[in-house]
Every structure is written in C-alpha cells, then in structure tokens.
C-alpha cells in the first residue's frame, strides 16, 4: 500500500498536570474510514486538535502522504489537505450557501468569484451526490443541510481527509442515512475520513477500522468493526464490560402531569397546536419526532419558559396558573433542559452554583435573603460524590466539567428534591456509553419509585430502551401514540414522517 | 513565533498578578513620555508617590480623592457584574451631588442633615441609572450608549441649573449656593480634609462584597450576568435582576457626589468631579469586579492623580499625565485579561 494519507506519531500533549493525550499513533489511508471511540475526555478531541491546528502538542509529528508537516493554524491544517466538521458549525447565517463557501477564499483582483465557485459546488455536488441550493441562506437550512454544507466547505478547499467530530449527534436518523452514502461514497473516490463518534451501531456500520481511546491513549485497534460486537467495542472504551439496564413490566398509577389542549404562539420554531398528553405514576412516556417539529416548544411549556396560548396544564392533580419556573418546580416538577451548557448552567460560576440555582431561594440554600455558603457546599458535595460527577470539587468552573459529569451534575440538582415528575429533553445527546447507562439508570429507578418521567428525545433506540409508551410530535400536534409492545423503529419513523395516525386505546 | 492558545484553568493567583503587571506596564509604558517631557523618569515617579503617599498628610489627601472613585468603582462594578454595561457613573454622581446639596441648604439638625443628603443622593443616582436599565428591560435599548449619553444630558442641565435659577447670588461664578455649615461632613483629622464620606465609602466596598458573594440578590445578579439564558431557566427574573442592579449600581455613585458635596466643595459647581464617574471604570477593571479590590485600585488612581500635579510643579510634566496613565492602566489590564482565558506558548518551527 502506498504511504497513508495521514499519520500522526507519538502525539503527546497535557494541560498542566493532566495527559490529554499520551504517545498516540494513528494513521488514515486514501480511501479509508476510520473511526475514533473513547469516552467523553478520553482525549479524541484534543487529537483532532492537534491535527486540525488549534494546538500545538507537546511531542510527536505529524505525516502528510509521507513527509513531516508543522501545522500551527486552521490555514495550515487546510494547506495540508485535511478539513474538519465540527460539532457545532461555523457558518454564517445571513449568507448563502455560495458566500459561505467562499469566504476566505481569494477572488480575482479583489472581486468574489461567483462563477467559479458555482462550478466548484456543482461540481461537488455531482462527484460526492451533495447538493445544496446555491442561493439559499444558510439561516433556512436544517441542521441537516447546515452540516452538509460544512462538509462541502471542506471539499471545496481540497480536503484530503476530512475530519468529522460526532456528526450523527444532531441528525435524524433519516438524515443519518443520508450522510453515510455520502461518506462512502467520497471514500470510494479515495477520501480518507475519521469519524468521531459514541454511538457503536455507527461505527460498526460506516467505519472500515477503528482506533480506541482511553485516559488519552491507545487502548485497542479493531480492524474488523463490522464483524465486532458491540459489547466488545464498549469493553475497549469503559476497560469494562457494559451492562444495558432492564426495564421491569409493572403498573402506572394516577396521572402526574397532563396537557390538555396546549397550544402555543410568538415562539422561534414550530409552535405546539392542541397538544394534549399524560404520563402517569411509575411510567415514562417518550416523545419521539423529527427535530423542529414542535418538541423545543413543548419541553419549553412543560418547564416553565413559555406560558401557552390556549389549554391547561395540571401536576399532580393542582392546575398550573402562571407557567414560571418557580411555580412548577414548587408543584413538584423536575426539568432538565436539552442545552446545557448555554440553559442549564452557569460555565464561566463555580460548580456548585449552577447545582443550587434553581432553588436558591428556598429554606435548603439561604435565609431572609443571605446564603447559606456552607449548605451550598455540602449539597454540592454531597450530590458530586453521590453521582460520581468527576470533578476537582465543588467551587471548580463549570464549564470545566465534561458533557457527561455536566449532565449528571443537572440530574442531581433535579432528583435530589425528588420530583413527582420530570421533564427531560436528549437526557444522553453526546454523552459516552458509560454516562448514558448512569441517567438511565437513574430514570428507571425513578419510574420504580412511581414518579413520572417525560423523555423528549431523537435517538429512537434509547426511547424504545427507556419508555413505556412513545408519542409521535408532528408540525406542532402529537400524530400518535404507541406502547412499549406495539412501538418499533420503523412504525416510529413511519408515524415521523407525518404518514399513518395511531390513536392510543384509552 | 508565538500563539494564543485556551486554558482550561485560571491560577488563584492571576486575581493579584495581573492588575500589579498591568500596573507596571503602564507606568514603564508612560515613562516614555516624561522622558520626552525632559524630566529624569525616576525622579518624576519618585515625586509622585512621594506627593500621593510619602507622609500622612499626603496620604488623607489620596484617600480623600479615591473616596468617590470607590463610589463610582463599586457603582461600576456591581453594575458590570450583571452585565448591565453602567457607563453612566458620571451622570448618576451628578445627580446625587444636586439632590444632596439641595437637601444640605435646608436648614435642619446637622446629623439628619447628612443622612438625608446621604439618601437623597443616593436615590438621585438610582433615578438616573433607572432610565438606562429601564429602556434596556423594555425596549432593548443598548444601555453602553443610553448610559454614557446621558451623562451630557445631566452634566448640561446641571451647568443650565448653576448658571440659572440656582446661581449662588453671592458670587459671581457659575456656582450653587452652598450648604449649611452644619450640614458639612465632620472632619476626622485634624488639620486636614479628611472627612466622614471616606470612611463611609471605605465601609461600604466590604458592604458591596457581602452583598454579591453573600446574599440571594447577589447570587441572582452574578447569574445573570453570567448567563441570563440559565438564570430565567432557573426560575430568576431577569428584568428584576437587571432593574436592582442598576438601581443599586446608581445608588453608590450617587454616593460619590454626596461625598462631594458634603466633605469636599460644600456646594456644586461645573467641575465638582473631574471624570470620576469614567475612573470608576478604570477602577472596576483593575479590581477584576471585585468589590474590595476597588479600594486598593481607587487608592492607586488617586495616588497618581495627586502625584501629577506636585510631579507637574517639580519637573515640568503636564499634569495630564495623569490621563494618560489612568487610560493606560485600563487598556494594559483589558490586555491582562487576556490571559485569564488564554496562554501564549512558544511554536517552534517556522511556517
């Protein structure tokens, strides 16, 4: 075989005292589909980094098609062939699709080459079967299209490895097909990839060999993914085996929330329309549908951040009456929000303030109007050690935290007041295979306690894991809902898609 | 060749550092001027903080120039902690000083006197700082600028009031009357200005720093400020946040001009502060927001703009360089800041 696409030898590189990467070698030929697996902080982002120019590591070289390069910028890493879709874009939203592929680029004498860089899309689009209407702002493009226009950034530079940091993280599964034909096919034309992600069915379907990180170094190479279980992939990534939770049959008991005819207006995104739902005691109810269909305005009704237009709601018997925050957490309700870092905490604080902010107000944190600094720590500290949230201790910057040990963070703020019910929305998006497995985990005892639990969520598989019936959000209205027994992917995805209505038998 | 590069972490440490680095750079930046000036850079310095601090006399007079600079610094401060960009100390000091030298030409018992003009000033303030923070909450109305222009709009009624209606009739400058005698702030030193607003102002920076590190407002006005999109997620008002801060924030430089008034001029006149409002800045930089670093930063600022003028008289350096170095420091600590976020690492090769 001819010299490999890119190597990296030996990339070290620490921050202070911790080894984010340690001797890594790794290695993509043209043509090649590799897969990066590891934990949230095993170190695979820090390595594309390093590769991509945003850092510099502490030893170890890096190989274009043979010869040492020193890559110190995003342009170098560009100069060098390799191009990078990160997680969350960067992209221009004012500016079409054509402007945003030539920003940066040099024009002839001073003007923009419009003409030329229409050619060079179309000439993408035909070659790798990713088209994107030219004239369109990017501010009109699902997250779909966002993404495909990020990788058609890349291949309009000269991209000769493309990098793609979790990109199934914010797809829908229909998009996610989408995507792997484009990648095997830009392979098949002699393309090296490296595909980042959590979620192993993925890998093992799209990658031809992977490479797994764990505490910043090798800790195995699967040649084979596809002929590798799953099991055997996590073993590698964990350093144990991982065992997937069971749902125990038993019976729901009263309703603790109920939406009865909600509907909503002057919300960015699809507005709910004469939603009604329940879940019930000791049950979870999933909401499952094709993101922007109406679930950002539904977690945000049920949590106290948009008063409805029309319709009530009711926790535990008791009529919502103001839709604040305060009002419903009073009621008994549990909310985790689907952003984190930009709702849920605050990054730039100490640990220990976001843990208490909700109820910062109440008896638990402060008296007349003072703090209680040593409540707060205690609860804090309690709470880390109780959810092994890894962590130097409570007074640490938030955003210091992984997605993973941020997200139990929010769970134990929410579950340490015991709500009746809780409201939670992606509970897993981004999280690795062992912090998944905690929150559900969590959730399941929950339900055994006979609290209610709403799971807003994409990842079909987790729902069908996690819930005791499904619901189905359609432009706004809830198009069906089905058990445990009678839900499978395929009569989800159909029911996603807007086609076929199934009305639960009361 | 050098780069940027994030930190994860910030050293404990930093909180002291910087501000003295920025420190340092401004006065090494600024020698260069007096050496342009002509005068020997060491000398010029030497008579500064000799004439800022070199013996006890010197030292009341700093610390009677920093007291409304602790004011407007906490004012600034706090203000900045909810992202509410308070640019607008300067008015708000104005409009403590009318009020309270309004209420102090009242004739009345010299203790209720004080305290009147103390809360008189300080609601003036907070009037002033409302329209901002209220044009912001409602209409979202940057607050930079309707802050900062305001202050015109104060400091020119103030020059129509003192040239009009409320021209001292005794004088022939464009002065207010002045205060009742008994009115006046007790001096605590005798033999020198040293009054009873400096050690009010000096009470209230540990005040300020209980009142955001210890209380359920100031846990609320850092979450805010931090992230306003957690905050309303997390059951706070924002709106009510903002609308406290800001009252708060022209409340203590209200104060400033109370001090003023009181301890200092004893009436208003057209150059009753001479931009403390906008030192306030400078010094809530330098304290990193930090209520308490505002004393020692105040202090500074005003060690070297008593040391200007005697550094003037000896050598022959404008006075303005106090200017100069006051506008330094805050672009030499806006750099330091940098690299609470960033560290510079060397890059080997050459690209």
């Known amino acids: 075989?001819?010299?490999?696409?890119?190597?990296?030898?030996?990339?070290?590189?620490?921050?202070?005292?911790?080894?984010?990467?340690?001797?890594?070698?790794?290695?993509?030929?043209?043509?090649?589909?590799?897969?990066?697996?590891?934990?949230?902080?095993?170190?695979?982002?820090?390595?594309?980094?390093?590769?991509?120019?945003?850092?510099?590591?502490?030893?170890?070289?890096?190989?274009?098609?043979?010869?040492?390069?020193?890559?110190?910028?995003s342009a170098d890493a560009l100069a060098a062939?390799?191009?990078?879709?990160?997680?969350?874009?960067?992209?221009?939203?004012?500016?079409?699709?054509?402007?945003?592929?030539?920003?940066?680029?040099?024009?002839?004498?001073?003007?923009?080459?419009?003409?030329?860089?229409?050619?060079?899309?179309?000439?993408?689009?035909?070659?790798?079967?990713?088209?994107?209407?030219?004239?369109?702002?990017?501010?009109?493009?699902?997250?779909?299209?966002?993404?495909?226009?990020?990788?058609?950034?890349?291949?309009?530079?000269?991209?000769?490895?493309?990098?793609l940091d979790e990109p199934t993280a914010v797809l829908a599964p229909?998009?996610?097909?989408?995507?792997?034909?484009?990648?095997?096919?830009?392979?098949?034309?002699?393309?090296?990839?490296?595909?980042?992600?959590?979620?192993?069915?993925?890998?093992?379907?799209?990658?031809?060999?992977?490479?797994?990180?764990?505490?910043?170094?090798?800790?195995?190479?699967?040649?084979?993914?596809?002929?590798?279980?799953?099991?055997?992939?996590?073993?590698?990534?964990?350093?144990?085996?991982?065992?997937?939770?069971?749902?125990?049959?038993?019976t729901p008991g009263a309703a603790v929330l109920t939406l009865d005819g909600i509907s909503t207006s002057g919300h960015a995104g699809t507005p709910l329309r004469d939603v009604s739902l329940f879940v019930r005691a000791g049950e979870i109810l999933g909401i499952a549908g094709v993101s922007g269909n109406g679930q950002r305005a539904l977690a945000d009704v049920i949590s106290g951040m948009l008063p409805p237009k029309a319709g009530t709601m009711t926790i535990a018997g008791k009529t919502v009456a103001q839709f604040s925050p305060r009002e419903l957490q009073a009621l008994g309700l549990g909310r985790i929000p689907e952003d984190r870092m930009t709702t849920g905490l605050v990054t730039n604080l100490p640990l220990a303030d976001s843990m208490v902010l909700p109820r910062i107000g109440t008896e638990a944190f402060s008296r007349k109007g003072l703090l209680n600094p040593a409540a707060i720590r205690a609860f804090a500290e309690e709470q880390i050690k109780a959810y092994d949230i890894r962590c130097p201790g409570p007074m640490v910057r938030a955003g210091a935290l992984s997605g993973g040990n941020l997200q139990k963070a929010l769970l134990a703020r929410e579950l340490a007041f015991d709500p009746k019910v809780l409201i939670v929305s992606q509970p897993t998006r981004g999280l690795d295979i062992g912090a998944a497995r905690f929150i559900h985990e969590k959730f399941l005892a929950m339900r055994a306690r006979g609290r209610g639990i709403i799971v807003i969520g994409e990842d079909l598989e987790e729902l069908l894991m996690l819930c005791d019936r499904i619901a189905v959000m359609y432009e706004g209205r809830i198009a069906g809902t089905l058990s445990s027994a009678d839900a499978t992917v395929a009569r989800l995805g159909l029911m996603m898609t807007g086609a076929g209505h199934t009305e639960e038998a009361a | 060749m050098f780069r940027l590069e994030a930190r994860s972490t910030t050293p404990a440490w930093f909180n002291l550092a910087l501000p003295l680095i920025a420190i340092a750079a401004t006065l090494i930046l600024c020698s260069g001027l007096i050496a342009v000036a002509g005068a020997g850079v060491i000398e010029a310095y030497g008579v500064m903080l000799s004439a800022s601090l070199g013996d006890s006399y010197a030292i009341t007079e700093t610390l009677v120039r920093a007291a409304p600079m602790i004011f407007t610094g906490l004012a600034v401060a706090v203000a900045f902690r909810a992202k509410f960009w308070n640019i607008g100390a300067e008015g708000q000091l104005l409009a403590g000083a009318v009020a309270s030298c309004f209420v102090g030409a009242i004739p009345m018992p010299g203790y209720l006197a004080m305290l009147l003009m103390a809360l008189v000033g300080a609601a003036a303030g907070a009037l002033v700082a409302l329209v901002p923070a209220t044009l912001r909450v409602k209409f979202k109305v940057d607050d930079v600028v309707s802050s900062l222009l305001l202050n015109s709009v104060i400091y020119y009624a103030l020059m129509a009031l003192i040239e009009g209606p409320w021209k001292d009739t005794f004088s022939g400058y464009p002065i207010s009357p002045p205060i009742e005698d008994s009115a006046n702030f007790p001096v605590l030193i005798e033999g020198t200005r040293m009054h009873l607003g400096v050690v009010v102002a000096l009470i209230a920076a540990p005040l300020c720093w209980f009142l955001i590190a210890?209380?359920?407002?100031?846990?609320?006005?850092?979450?805010?400020?931090?992230?306003?999109?957690?905050?309303?997620?997390?059951?706070?008002?924002?709106?009510?946040?903002?609308?406290?801060?800001?009252?708060?924030?022209?409340?203590?430089?209200?104060?400033?001009?109370?001090?003023?008034?009181?301890?200092?001029?004893?009436?208003?006149?057209?150059?009753?502060?001479?931009?403390?409002?906008?030192?306030?800045?400078?010094?809530?930089?330098?304290?990193?927001?930090?209520?308490?670093?505002?004393?020692?930063?105040?202090?500074?600022?005003?060690?070297?703009?008593?040391?200007a003028e005697a550094m003037s008289r000896a050598t022959g350096v404008p006075a303005f360089l106090s200017d100069v170095i006051q506008g330094t420091a805050l672009l030499a600590m806006l750099v330091a800041l940098l690299f609470t976020a960033y560290r510079i690492r060397r890059v080997g090769a050459q690209t």
């Open chain 1, 1 to 73: 075989m001819s010299a490999p696409l890119i190597e990296m030898r030996g990339i070290t590189k620490s921050f202070g005292a911790v080894k984010a990467n340690e001797a890594v070698d790794l290695s993509v030929a043209p043509g090649e589909i590799l897969g990066l697996l590891g934990e949230n902080g095993a170190g695979k982002t820090t390595l594309m980094n390093v590769l991509f120019g945003a850092y510099a590591p502490d030893a170890g070289d890096i190989l274009v098609e043979g010869r040492p390069v020193a890559i110190h910028n």
């Open chain 1, 81 to 163: 062939g390799i191009g990078m879709v990160h997680q969350h874009f960067h992209l221009a939203p004012r500016l079409t699709v054509l402007e945003n592929l030539l920003i940066g680029i040099p024009g002839k004498s001073g003007r923009i080459d419009r003409a030329g860089g229409l050619a060079r899309l179309q000439e993408i689009g035909r070659q790798h079967g990713l088209s994107l209407e030219p004239n369109l702002p990017v501010s009109a493009l699902s997250v779909g299209e966002q993404q495909r226009l990020e990788i058609i950034k890349a291949l309009f530079r000269g991209a000769k490895l493309l990098i």
């Open chain 1, 174 to 250: 229909s998009e996610v097909d989408g995507l792997f034909a484009a990648l095997r096919s830009m392979a098949a034309q002699g393309l090296g990839i490296i595909f980042i992600s959590h979620k192993l069915n993925e890998v093992r379907a799209l990658t031809h060999r992977c490479v797994v990180l764990r505490h910043g170094k090798v800790a195995g190479r699967v040649d084979h993914p596809a002929s590798t279980t799953s099991a055997e992939m996590a073993k590698l990534m964990c350093g144990h085996e991982i065992v997937p939770p069971t749902r125990e049959a038993s």
């Open chain 2, 214 to 307: 210890r209380t359920t407002l100031g846990f609320r006005i850092r979450v805010t400020g931090e992230n306003p999109e957690a905050a309303r997620y997390g059951g706070i008002n924002v709106q009510r946040v903002l609308i406290s801060t800001a009252l708060l924030s022209g409340a203590l430089a209200g104060l400033a001009g109370v001090g003023e008034v009181g301890g200092v001029h004893f009436q208003v006149m057209s150059d009753i502060s001479p931009g403390y409002g906008y030192s306030g800045i400078v010094v809530a930089m330098l304290a990193r927001l930090n209520p308490l670093g505002v004393v020692p930063a105040a202090i500074f600022l005003a060690a070297v703009m008593t040391g």
